[in-house]
T-cell receptor, first 113, second 112 residues
Framework: GESVGLHLPTLSVQEGDNSIINCAYS??????FIWYKQESGKGPQFIID?????DKRQGQRVTVLLNKTVKHLSLQIAATQPGDSAVYFC????????????FGAGTTVTVRA | DSGVTQTPKHLITATGQRVTLRCSPR?????VYWYQQSLDQGLQFLIQ???????AKGNILERFSAQQFPDLHSELNLSSLELGDSALYFC???????????FGPGTRLTVL
């Protein structure tokens, strides 16, 4: 069977290593997913998005994977840097005519030097 | 910098009072969304406006109201404030409904 990554509220990663942040979403009708990064005292910052007709999308040092079968989303950060320390949220748009974002609980990533 | 601006950055007030939070969306964006972020509830959607019209409501209290003006800026009004209303309030905007939402820096409200 396929393993599904668990959502962890915190993640500690060594600088230079790759990070994987997992998220389970709830609405099977959701067709748009976004990862946000929130640093202390700031608003959520867009990182990368993916639509439900895709299963993978790559950006600069980041990759988002979508598994609709098990309603799972992951964010991979390559060569994690100290500036990547933040809280990461996945968010889903509910589908037809539903434009509000529903956010996951967030994962706090701490990068160790 | 997302291009979304919010004022004030911080607001400290007393229970029972009324405050107004202001948001200017990114240039050209017609949709404005308000979210509340508290420690125990996380990020929660409050309300959405599109080109001046209310389009969606979340778990917004009756003591809270919002509007979007012809110049597309939006205001969130919070009245009869309670201690539990202390939170970060974020505004986001998107160019189209269902498009990527870009968030402002937030207003931190403290009710004493």
């Amino acid at each position: 069977g396929e393993s599904v990554g668990l959502h962890l509220p915190t993640l500690s990663v060594q600088e230079g290593d790759n990070s994987i942040i997992n998220c389970a979403y709830s609405n099977s009708a959701s067709d748009y997913f976004i990862w946000y990064k929130q640093e202390s005292g700031k608003g959520p910052q867009f990182i990368i998005d993916i639509r439900s007709n895709m299963d993978k999308r790559q950006g600069q040092r980041v990759t988002v994977l979508l598994n609709k079968t098990v309603k799972h989303l992951s964010l991979q950060i390559a060569a994690t840097q100290p500036g990547d320390s933040a809280v990461y949220f996945c968010a889903e748009l509910g589908g037809l005519n539903d434009y509000k974002l529903s956010f996951g609980a967030g994962t706090t990533v701490t990068v160790r030097a | 910098d997302s291009g979304v601006t919010q004022t004030p950055k911080h607001l400290i007030t007393a229970t029972g009072q009324r405050v107004t939070l202001r948001c200017s969306p990114r240039s050209g964006d017609l949709s404005v969304y308000w979210y509340q972020q508290s420690l125990d509830q996380g990020l929660q959607f409050l309300i959405q406006y599109y080109n001046g019209e209310e389009r969606a409501k979340g778990n917004i209290l009756e003591r809270f109201s919002a509007q979007q003006f012809p110049d597309l800026h939006s205001e969130l009004n919070l009245s009869s404030l309670e201690l539990g209303d202390s939170a970060l309030y974020f505004c986001a905007s998107s160019g189209e409904q269902g498009g990527t939402q870009y968030f402002g820096p937030g207003t931190r409200l403290t009710v004493l």
